[in-house]
């Protein structure tokens, strides 16, 4: 079995368990985002957003989760990083697979629900998150309305050791 898929059914079998995924928001998350999430209605949903073109960079798992306040549905995308190394652009992946997951919600005729991407990266370098602006370095900021501006949560696993893994 390739390294690739072996880290594939890895990521899938764990953190298809709910109470794996809630651990990993728990642990990961920003507290100001973390706090909003109520992880009692954390569930697994059916399906992916990764298409042909995103099958080299991502394997994923989507949860979908109420807001404390409102009730607002989010979903919550843990995408597995396949490279070795740190992506250059990865905005340009997830600008993709935001987008084929809400062409897929609308022509599902479902609502759009806003999405929490997460990179769970295992490579062998750091990665260094940087905004999708930096992208364009110099970048006039008269050209910064027309710049996609979205995050994404990263957790690097190079940061981690094995025993802090577990």
């Given at each position: 079995?390739?390294?690739?898929?072996?880290?594939?059914?890895?990521?899938?079998?764990?953190?298809?368990?709910?109470?794996?995924?809630?651990?990993?928001?728990?642990?990961?998350?920003?507290?100001?985002?973390?706090?909003?999430?109520?992880?009692?209605?954390?569930?697994?949903?059916?399906?992916?957003?990764?298409?042909?073109?995103?099958?080299?960079?991502?394997?994923?798992l989507i949860y979908t989760c109420?807001?404390?306040?409102?009730?607002?549905?989010?979903?919550?995308?843990?995408?597995?990083?396949?490279?070795?190394?740190?992506?250059?652009?990865?905005?340009?992946?997830?600008?993709?697979?935001?987008?084929?997951?809400?062409?897929?919600?609308?022509?599902?005729?479902?609502?759009?629900?806003?999405?929490?991407?997460?990179?769970?990266?295992?490579?062998?370098?750091?990665?260094?998150?940087?905004?999708?602006?930096?992208?364009?370095?110099?970048?006039?900021?008269?050209?910064?309305?027309?710049?996609?501006?979205?995050?994404?949560?990263?957790?690097?696993?190079?940061?981690?050791?094995?025993?802090?893994?577990?």
């Open positions: 079995m390739p390294l690739r898929n072996a880290h594939d059914k890895f990521f899938k079998e764990s953190f298809s368990r709910r109470q794996v995924a809630a651990a990993l928001i728990r642990q990961f998350f920003p507290d100001d985002l973390r706090s909003q999430l109520d992880l009692d209605t954390l569930e697994l949903a059916n399906g992916s957003y990764v298409d042909e073109t995103l099958n080299e960079y991502f394997a994923d109420r807001l404390t306040g409102n009730g607002q549905p989010v979903q919550i995308a843990l995408l597995l990083e396949h490279k070795s190394y740190a992506e250059k652009y990865p905005h340009f992946q997830l600008l993709r697979y935001l987008l084929n997951a809400w062409q897929q919600a609308d022509e599902q005729k479902q609502p759009l629900t806003p999405i929490i991407p997460v990179i769970i990266y295992h490579g062998e370098s750091r990665w260094a998150y940087q905004p999708l602006a930096a992208y364009f370095d110099p970048l006039s900021p008269a050209l910064y309305p027309f710049m996609p501006d979205f995050r994404y949560l990263l957790i690097d696993l190079t940061q981690y050791t094995e025993e802090q893994i577990i």
